[in-house]
C-alpha cells in the first residue's frame, strides 16, 4: 500500500492539519470513562465533548443517534485489539472552560464552514458491544462562533478558543492552571476520543520534557481524535494543557495483514506534544 493510501486509511477524518498523531508508551492505558475506578475521571470527563460532524448525528424526538464506523472496519484492526467495536464518530476533542467557552486545539478548527458542519457532543460514551449511542439534544451543543483560533507552524501555538450556541448547565468549567512552572516528571492524564471513539481516559503517564516556552512533551496513551482533550495533572486536577500532536498511530502487521497500535517504551518515540494552558489564558473571555 503507497504511502498516500495509508495515510487517508488511518487519519481521515481524525484530526485535521495534524501530520503526527499519537501512539501508546509502556502499557496501553486507555480505559472507558464509564469503567475507570477513579470517580475524579467520571466527574472530569463531564465536561469533555466530542466534535462530531452533524452528518453523523441522527435526529429523533428528543436525542439524536450517533452512526460511523466501527474502529476494526474503519482501521482493519487487529482482532484482538482492545475496541474493536466501538463506534468512530468524533472527529476531535474539547472541554469546557466557562459556561459558553470550549477549548480546543487549533488545527481542529481549521476546516471550512467549521461552526456550521461541526457540533459538540458530551455525554459521548460507549454502554455495551452493538447498542447504539443515543445523547439528549439537551447535550448536544453548536459553534457560534470562534473567539480565537491560532495553528502557528513558527511558535507552535495550537488551540482554538469557542463560543457554543448557549450555556452548558450542570457542567463545571474545568479548572486550568495559572502558572507556567509545570515541571518534568509531573504525572498526567488525558480524557478524550482517540480515533473518534467514545470518551476515553488514558493515564500512568508523566511530562517527559517542560523546557519549550509552548508545549510539553509527554507520554500519555493518545491517539488521532485526542486533538484538542484536555491533559490534567493528576495530583492537582488541573488542566495542564491540551494535546495537539504526536507519534504515529497504527502499525500494519504484514503476518496477520491488519494494523495494530504502535507501541513505544515510556522513554522512546518522539513523544505527545501538549500545548500549555498558559498561553491560552490571555484570549479567554
Not at 58 to 87: A, M, R, S, V, W
Not at 152 to 178: C, G, H, M, Y
Request: aromatic share 10%.
Amino acid at each position: 500500500m503507497n504511502k498516500i493510501a495509508l495515510f487517508f486509511l488511518i487519519f481521515s477524518g481524525l484530526a485535521f492539519g495534524n501530520d503526527r498523531t499519537k501512539v501508546i508508551y509502556g502499557e496501553d492505558n486507555r480505559k472507558d470513562v464509564l469503567n475507570s475506578k477513579d470517580w475524579n475521571h467520571k466527574y472530569l470527563a463531564e465536561s469533555t465533548a466530542a466534535m462530531i460532524n452533524k452528518n453523523k448525528l441522527i435526529e429523533k424526538k428528543g436525542y439524536y443517534i450517533i452512526t460511523g464506523q466501527l474502529l476494526k472496519d474503519k482501521l482493519n484492526l487487529c482482532p484482538e485489539e482492545k475496541f474493536k467495536n466501538h463506534i468512530t464518530a468524533a472527529t476531535c476533542s474539547g472541554f469546557l472552560v466557562g459556561p459558553t467557552t470550549l477549548v480546543t486545539a487549533g488545527h481542529c478548527a481549521e476546516v471550512s464552514n467549521f461552526c456550521s458542519n461541526f457540533y459538540w457532543a458530551f455525554n459521548y460514551y460507549h454502554e455495551r458491544d452493538g447498542k447504539p449511542i443515543k445523547i439528549s439534544k439537551s447535550d448536544i451543543y453548536k459553534c457560534n462562533k470562534i473567539i480565537y483560533k491560532t495553528k502557528d507552524s513558527r511558535t507552535k501555538q495550537d488551540f482554538a478558543i469557542i463560543e457554543l450556541d448557549r450555556e452548558v448547565p450542570w457542567r463545571n468549567p474545568l479548572e486550568l492552571r495559572q502558572d507556567d512552572k509545570t515541571s518534568k516528571g509531573e504525572p498526567i492524564f488525558v480524557i478524550g476520543n482517540p480515533t473518534g471513539m467514545p470518551t476515553k481516559v488514558s493515564d500512568g503517564a508523566f511530562v517527559r520534557d517542560s523546557s519549550h516556552p509552548q508545549f510539553l512533551v509527554t507520554n500519555l496513551d493518545a491517539f488521532g481524535g485526542n486533538s484538542g482533550s484536555a491533559v490534567f495533572n493528576t495530583d492537582t486536577g488541573l488542566v495542564e494543557g491540551i494535546l495537539v500532536r504526536g507519534e504515529r498511530d497504527y502499525v500494519y502487521d504484514s503476518t496477520k495483514k491488519c494494523y495494530r497500535p504502535k507501541y513505544c517504551s515510556m522513554s522512546e518515540c518522539r513523544g505527545e506534544d501538549v500545548q500549555k494552558i498558559h498561553p491560552v489564558l490571555e484570549h479567554l473571555p
